[in-house]
């Protein structure tokens, strides 16, 4: 396994570590964040932003944004293809407590790229490098900026090592890149080794980002890629503790298990109750319903309590419902 650096320096700012929670549109909001921090990680993302939203003060927009001590310290990044908007709302989140701005170069959804944001900026690295250049000089020196990117458009433009050196000209201090090109979308595996090319072009640290689901995965990034770090996204939906675990392997080579399914019931409640205060017991529940899904899977009888919770309303019946499921599993152990 590769050497891994501890902490880990981004321009200015110091993490404890190199694993960082990837940004995920409707999932990485502050009360998973919070989670996966306190059992950590190294630094957490926001969900993606969009630039003009966060500008014209949009509700859903500012909670999205919204740090607490907790996740401390925490990046917000941004979605956009204007250099003046972009460095305004990087600005913004700045003064709400952000500690790193990333700019989004590597999201694949048809809509983002449609408005020649996310990875279509990767088509036009002219504009890619005004934006960079724009956050960069309208935040302060000791904010750190950052930009995430995939490998390229599609497999005939690779340019995410000549993306990355004008990231590093421009004064950014760290670079991610996701191992597929915008074209592959999530299909296919990721490549780990292409990502050693981005590495090897620039002197600031380069993360590494796709398919970590175990800390084999993990380990086998960091040798493949040679990266500072490992950017974990969908591996840790309903596993708030991976995040974590991974830290302590790279550290030590220690397997640390997976917490006892009394401690899992405890944090999906915790988790449920904290997403209710945030948006309120309508939308709360609702959002819920993923996370409740991802941290069941593969408990026996998950599958019709899935169906069940699914059109629960009421918080208290869906809390009866996890806690019968966890009783249920507890048993089963047991009897194994």
Request: glycine share 10%.
């Amino acid at each position: 396994m590769t050497a891994v650096a501890f902490p880990l320096r981004i321009g200015p700012l110091t993490v404890a570590n190199p694993v960082l929670l990837a940004p995920m549109s409707g999932v990485t909001d502050q009360p998973f964040r919070r989670l996966v921090k306190r059992f950590g990680a190294g630094l957490v993302f926001s969900e993606m932003i969009a630039s003009a939203q966060m500008i014209r003060a949009h509700a859903d927009t500012l909670r999205m944004s919204t740090a607490c001590g907790d996740e401390h310290p925490m990046a917000v990044q941004l979605a956009g293809n204007e250099p003046e908007v972009m460095a305004e709302a990087a600005r913004m989140n700045v003064d709400r407590g952000a500690a790193l701005i990333d700019i989004n170069m590597g999201c694949p959804v048809k809509k983002v790229v449609k408005g020649y944001a996310g990875s279509a900026l990767m088509r036009d690295e002219a504009l890619a490098g005004r934006i960079m250049a724009a956050v960069r000089k309208a935040v302060d020196p000791a904010v750190p900026v950052t930009v995430k990117m995939r490998l390229g458009w599609d497999h005939d433009c690779l340019n995410a090592p000549r993306l990355a050196r004008i990231a590093q000209e421009e004064g950014l201090a760290m670079v991610t890149v996701h191992g597929r090109t915008r074209n592959q979308m999530y299909k296919g595996s990721a490549d780990w080794g292409a990502i050693r090319a981005t590495v090897e072009a620039v002197s600031i640290p380069v993360i590494g980002n796709g398919d970590v689901e175990s800390l084999d995965d993990a380990a086998g990034l960091m040798t493949a890629s040679g990266a500072a770090g490992v950017m974990i996204g969908r591996g840790c939906q309903g596993r708030p503790w991976f995040l974590g675990q991974v830290a302590h392997f790279l550290a030590t080579g220690q397997r640390r298990p997976d917490p006892p399914l009394a401690e899992q019931r405890a944090v999906l409640l915790e988790h449920l109750d904290a997403l209710l205060d945030h948006y309120g017991g309508y939308k709360g529940i609702r959002v819920a319903r993923k996370h409740i899904a991802w941290y069941t899977t593969g408990l026996p009888g998950g599958n019709a309590f899935r169906e069940r919770v699914n059109v629960l309303e009421d918080a208290d019946a869906v809390r009866a419902e996890i806690d019968a499921l966890y009783d249920t599993a507890a048993r089963a152990k047991a009897a194994a």
